[in-house]
């Protein structure tokens, strides 16, 4: 199997490149033109996964995660945390750290010796956690129940379906159409839980998965596969006999391709699984406001409650932040930016966009009555590692660019009134 390791932007050609890049890299013509294909096939859903540059060179857009051609080509994508040249490594753990968060998935040894030691796609470790966790539920025992089974059979077992029987044909009458319990392991959670287990073993590429799910894939054979798989999901048991089956649900959902790419994070299509960098850092954003925060104060997500403009008695042109915070009777509007800034740039406006300004401002005019705080959350990185001076907007609106650790989930102390210390994620520092 091939492997090609590049970072969010970079650009896919089939001639020779510079070695030990991750901006820049070669992949066999087959590739090239089956990218082009996607491309194409993205593109008619509203996602630009790649750019035609010219007949020679293809230019990722800012999706994340593996893309595999049916050639065996597996690419990873890794996120453009830093302006200049980064470690494979270093990359990778500030993807997964992320991608934990923001999904709120339980993981297992999640330590930085962990991480470390972990050296594969993030595919791979999605495919790991997933493993270990249904390799303790296994050795724990899975949980069995009853389910009707209705069948024709040459004896009288469990309860005769009279209406059934009394249509039975001259030829077929020495068959009873019965109906009756059986206790065992095909309830819904294990046959979403087998769905994915058979969907991983033919994904994986790293030895040690590999034979761990066919061990296990072995072990759950009596298993059916789900035939459908949004309605087993929603008869999921949450009572108390299935306390332990609680940390797998987030596995199953993402492999599974519970969770739309566009709509919301991660889309396992075919050997594929891509993330949306802009929505990660954004609920990433999220976790992180949220678990700072006090008493007291709320957190809304996508308020959609103002309009830009009115005509005729019509609302037109929904405004819709990221996030708006209320405590203590102000409103803080805030929206996150996946984007590197340059705090030494000031003849081009440090990186930032006219665009953002002009939707901040509205959202400011809508939202906060024209006077109050704005704040553009960007990921940390080497150009940017302080808060920006404040923009005044004037009239008592103001804006601040500040930079979020991507490791801690730390803001600047001071950004808000009631957080001097700064915003801190789960596991954050």
Same mark, same amino acid.
């Given at each position: 199997?091939?492997?090609?390791? *590049?970072?969010?932007?970079? %650009?896919?050609?089939?001639?020779?490149?510079?070695?030990?890049?991750?901006?820049?890299?070669? #992949?066999?013509?087959?590739?090239?033109?089956?990218?082009?294909?996607?491309?194409?096939?993205?593109?008619?859903?509203? +996602?630009?996964?790649?750019?035609?540059?010219?007949?020679?060179?293809?230019?990722?857009?800012?999706?994340?995660?593996?893309?595999?051609?049916?050639?065996?080509?597996?690419?990873?994508?890794?996120?453009?945390?830093? !302006?200049?040249?980064?470690?494979?490594?270093?990359?990778?753990?500030?993807?997964?750290?992320?991608?934990?968060?923001?999904?709120?998935?339980?993981? %297992?040894?999640?330590?930085?010796?962990?991480?470390?030691?972990?050296?594969?796609?993030?595919?791979?470790? #999605?495919?790991?956690?997933?493993?270990?966790?249904?390799?303790?539920?296994? !050795?724990?025992?899975?949980?069995?129940?009853?389910?009707? *089974?209705? $069948?024709?059979?040459?004896? @009288?077992?469990?309860?005769?379906?009279?209406?059934?029987?009394?249509?039975?044909?001259?030829?077929?009458?020495?068959?009873?159409?019965?109906?009756?319990?059986?206790?065992?392991?095909? !309830?819904?959670?294990?046959?979403?839980?087998?769905?994915?287990? !058979?969907?991983?073993?033919?994904?994986?590429?790293?030895?040690?998965?590999?034979?761990?799910?066919?061990?296990?894939?072995?072990?759950?054979?009596?298993?059916?596969?789900?035939?459908?798989?949004?309605?087993?999901?929603?008869?999921?048991?949450?009572?108390?006999? /299935?306390? %332990?089956?609680?940390?797998?649900?987030?596995?199953?959902?993402?492999?599974?391709?519970?969770?739309?790419? @566009? =709509?919301?994070?991660?889309?396992?299509?075919?050997?594929?699984?891509?993330?949306? /960098?802009?929505?990660?850092?954004?609920?990433?954003? $999220?976790?992180? &406001?949220?678990?700072?925060?006090? +008493?007291?104060?709320?957190?809304?997500?996508? +308020? +959609?409650?103002?309009?830009?403009?009115?005509?005729?008695? %019509?609302?037109?042109?929904? &405004?819709?932040?990221?996030?708006?915070? $209320?405590?203590?009777?102000?409103?803080?509007?805030?929206?996150?930016?996946?984007?590197?800034?340059?705090?030494?740039?000031?003849?081009?406006?440090?990186?930032?966009?006219? =665009?953002?300004?002009?939707?901040?401002?509205?959202?400011?005019?809508?939202?906060?009555?024209?006077?109050?705080?704005?704040?553009? *959350?960007?990921?940390?990185?080497?150009?940017?590692?302080?808060?920006?001076?404040?923009?005044? &907007?004037?009239?008592?609106?103001?804006?601040?660019?500040?930079? /979020?650790?991507?490791?801690?989930?730390?803001?600047?102390?001071?950004?808000?009134?009631?957080?001097?210390?700064?915003?801190?994620?789960?596991?954050?520092?």
């Amino acid at each position: 199997m091939n492997l090609v390791t *590049v970072r969010e932007h970079a %650009r896919l050609t089939t001639g020779p490149v510079p070695a030990g890049s991750l901006d820049v890299a070669s #992949i066999p013509p087959s590739v090239f033109d089956w990218l082009c294909r996607e491309a194409q096939r993205h593109r008619s859903g509203g +996602a630009a996964l790649v750019q035609v540059e010219d007949r020679r060179w293809l230019r990722l857009d800012n999706y994340v995660g593996v893309l595999e051609s049916p050639c065996g080509t597996r690419i990873e994508i890794l996120p453009k945390h830093v !302006r200049g040249e980064a470690g494979v490594a270093e990359a990778r753990r500030v993807l997964v750290h992320m991608l934990r968060h923001s999904l709120r998935l339980p993981v %297992r040894d999640s330590g930085p010796t962990a991480l470390q030691t972990f050296d594969g796609p993030v595919s791979e470790w #999605i495919i790991q956690q997933f493993l270990a966790e249904l390799d303790g539920l296994v !050795r724990r025992g899975l949980r069995f129940d009853y389910r009707l *089974v209705e $069948e024709e059979v040459r004896f @009288l077992r469990g309860r005769l379906r009279v209406g059934q029987q009394v249509r039975q044909p001259a030829g077929r009458q020495h068959l009873f159409q019965v109906e009756h319990q059986v206790f065992d392991t095909n !309830r819904p959670e294990n046959k979403l839980i087998a769905t994915a287990l !058979r969907k991983v073993a033919g994904l994986t590429r790293e030895p040690g998965n590999w034979r761990l799910a066919h061990e296990l894939e072995h072990q759950l054979a009596a298993i059916d596969s789900s035939a459908d798989i949004p309605g087993d999901l929603r008869r999921w048991s949450t009572d108390r006999l /299935m306390a %332990r089956y609680a940390a797998i649900r987030p596995w199953c959902e993402l492999i599974l391709g519970n969770r739309n790419p @566009l =709509s919301a994070l991660g889309d396992w299509t075919g050997r594929s699984l891509l993330f949306p /960098m802009e929505r990660v850092f954004e609920r990433y954003v $999220e976790v992180c &406001l949220r678990r700072g925060l006090p +008493a007291g104060a709320t957190l809304k997500t996508q +308020a +959609a409650s103002r309009y830009l403009a009115r005509q005729d008695g %019509r609302r037109l042109f929904q &405004l819709r932040p990221d996030f708006l915070i $209320e405590y203590d009777g102000r409103t803080y509007v805030v929206d996150a930016k996946w984007k590197l800034l340059d705090e030494a740039d000031a003849a081009r406006n440090y990186g930032l966009s006219q =665009s953002d300004f002009y939707q901040l401002f509205a959202y400011g005019r809508r939202y906060l009555g024209g006077a109050g705080q704005l704040v553009l *959350v960007f990921p940390r990185c080497d150009t940017f590692g302080k808060a920006l001076a404040r923009f005044d &907007l004037e009239d008592g609106l103001w804006l601040d660019a500040v930079p /979020m650790d991507l490791q801690s989930g730390c803001l600047p102390g001071g950004v808000f009134p009631f957080n001097p210390e700064g915003a801190v994620a789960p596991g954050g520092h």
